[in-house]
């Protein structure tokens, strides 16, 4: 009797193709994170924008500054309400603003420099022009 050969993969084969995958899977997994952080930064950045449009447009038809985000909602300005972001008036100027902290602001100005920045949700009176290396909120301010 004898013996056949039969085909397949040796060991060292199928351990030489593991090592390829796990090299390549080092540099995706980084690249995929980034690119995950970056939507979710352009998420917010697109919602405050909408917002911001909404309120303009909102001031303009109704010649009056919108009371909530619902209010908006209910006058067809805007479709459905964002999440964590909000609005504030101090008299002609119309704040609208992330309410949590962004880590990493530098890369955040990066994808949109038109946001100012405050230290605080309760106080935008502090505005800086860039961010800092510590958290801070992103704020669109329009002057009306």
């Given at each position: 009797m004898s013996?056949?050969?039969?085909?397949?993969?040796?060991l060292y084969e199928v351990l030489i193709v593991l090592a390829i995958?796990?090299?390549l899977g080092t540099f995706a997994v980084p690249m995929v994170?980034?690119?995950?952080?970056?939507?979710?930064s352009m998420k917010i950045i697109n919602d405050m924008k909408v917002l911001e449009n909404?309120?303009?447009q909102y001031y303009y038809?109704?010649?009056?500054?919108p009371t909530d985000i619902?209010?908006?909602?209910v006058n067809n300005y805007l479709e459905n309400t964002v999440e964590n972001i909000n609005f504030n008036f101090d008299s002609n100027v119309a704040y609208v603003y992330y309410d949590k902290e962004i880590s990493n602001a530098d890369n955040f100005e990066k994808l949109d420099?038109?946001?100012?920045?405050?230290s605080s949700i309760s106080d935008f009176s502090s505005l800086a022009d860039a961010p800092s290396e510590t958290e801070k909120y992103p704020v669109l301010k329009v002057i009306f």
């Open positions: 013996l056949k050969h039969k085909g397949g993969f040796s995958i796990a090299i994170n980034n690119v995950i952080t970056k939507a979710k909404s309120i303009i038809n109704e010649n009056d500054f619902n209010s908006l909602i420099t038109t946001f100012k920045w405050s």
